[in-house]
């Protein structure tokens, strides 16, 4: 055993007897965080995930990464340099929610169409928080759909500029490997409904234990600190609906919203350790994924800022997403979907446009060099 594994051992055993002790010396407490996490899960968390879930699987499983390609033509695996597998990955990820892109990436190493080193890359930026869970369960805690909506496009704009930063280390087109010929349907369908089954289990196993968590960790620390932003802060770095809980009970302001986007960017300890779950036995290592969500979470913070103060109010909401925050959040939910594919169409394709336009530059560059040299 080597020294950094003795001393996560010793960290984890620790925290366990920490929590252990917690629920002897207040029993109550932690009853009523566990009650309220399982109260979640059942409210907000499987709802949102389960079906995602379903579909994710049965999407890898079907050969779905060659369908996404060509019905993309290529546009994922030449922007980002991603393979046919990394570029469904990517794209389940932003759209199913947590951890639908962790558990998809471990679908596709186990065929062997996805390998190690580009799930490390990528992983971090594929597992993110569905438009569902933005829009229904976050807009509702933090006083509307719109806040969900900045979180979303932030969330999404981070991403994909963090996947075209790290470009350089994707793989390159002699290297893209094809989708394995897909599983049979009926199989691949109750194989997903099985798995995504346990999966749920899982998920809300990590949500509770991180709520009852974060009580134990909030009744030990001072006052001072478990209130406003910085309570909020820290409750989200642990599980981050608890966190957007946390943070729908303090004011409006431009803070709400770079605190907000920290949070989503990282995801939280919770999501970290489900994708650890999803992806650890396959040999991908989560250094490289805290490094990347790290990286994301300023990122977001960023552009929450940013989308914040720019539709941050009523009325711009009300011209560029949809009047009313009354409405039925069926109706916002599927409207932020749609938005939400929007938005990444419009940003790559201004990638692209970045990118070619660049790619001019040189190769004009290259020939008044070549010219002068003669």
């Not at 960290?11 to 109550?28: D, E, K």
């Not at 280390?169 to 997903?192: I, W």
């Not at 995504?196 to 289990?201: H, R, V």
Request: proline share 2%; hydrophobic share 55%.
């Amino acid at each position: 055993m080597t020294k950094k594994e003795s001393i996560l051992k010793f960290f984890l055993c620790g925290i366990c007897a920490c929590a252990l002790v917690f629920s002897l010396a207040r029993p109550a407490v932690a009853a009523e965080a566990a009650f309220s996490a399982l109260s979640l899960c059942a409210r907000r968390v499987v709802p949102g995930v389960f079906l995602f879930m379903v579909a994710a699987k049965t999407f890898a499983a079907c050969g779905g990464a060659r369908a996404f390609s060509r019905l993309t033509r290529g546009a994922f695996e030449k922007l980002f340099r991603v393979s046919e597998s990394g570029a469904a990955v990517i794209f389940l990820g932003l759209l199913s929610g947590y951890p639908a892109g962790a558990a998809v990436a471990g679908e596709f190493i186990k065929s062997g169409t996805l390998s190690e080193r580009e799930a490390e890359r990528i992983l971090p930026f594929a597992t993110a928080a569905s438009p569902a869970f933005l829009v229904a369960s976050v807009g509702s805690m933090c006083g509307g759909a719109r806040f969900g909506l900045i979180m979303l496009a932030s969330q999404a704009a981070s991403a994909l500029l963090l996947l075209l930063i790290t470009r350089r280390s994707g793989v390159r087109a002699e290297e893209r490997g094809f989708s394995r010929a897909p599983a049979r349907t009926l199989a691949a369908f109750t194989s997903a409904i099985k798995s995504s089954g346990a999966s749920a289990l899982n998920i809300c196993s990590f949500v509770t234990f991180f709520y009852v968590f974060s009580a134990m960790l909030f009744s030990l620390l001072p006052a001072s600190l478990t209130h406003g932003f910085f309570g909020a802060l820290i409750s989200g770095l642990l599980e981050i609906s608890c966190g957007f809980a946390r943070l729908g009970a303090l004011g409006a302001g431009q803070a709400r919203f770079f605190c907000g986007g920290l949070m989503l960017g990282f995801g939280g300890f919770s999501v970290l350790l489900q994708s650890a779950d999803a992806v650890g036995a396959e040999g991908v290592s989560m250094k490289k994924y805290l490094l990347g969500k790290t990286a994301q979470a300023f990122f977001t913070a960023l552009f929450s800022l940013l989308f914040g103060s720019l539709f941050g109010t009523a009325e711009l909401s009300a011209v560029f997403f949809f009047p009313g925050e009354g409405k039925a959040q069926v109706g916002a939910i599927w409207q932020s979907c749609l938005l939400f594919l929007i938005f990444c169409s419009v940003f790559a394709g201004f990638l692209i446009f970045i990118i070619k336009i660049l790619s001019l530059f040189k190769k004009i560059f290259k020939k008044l060099w070549k010219k002068n040299n003669l």
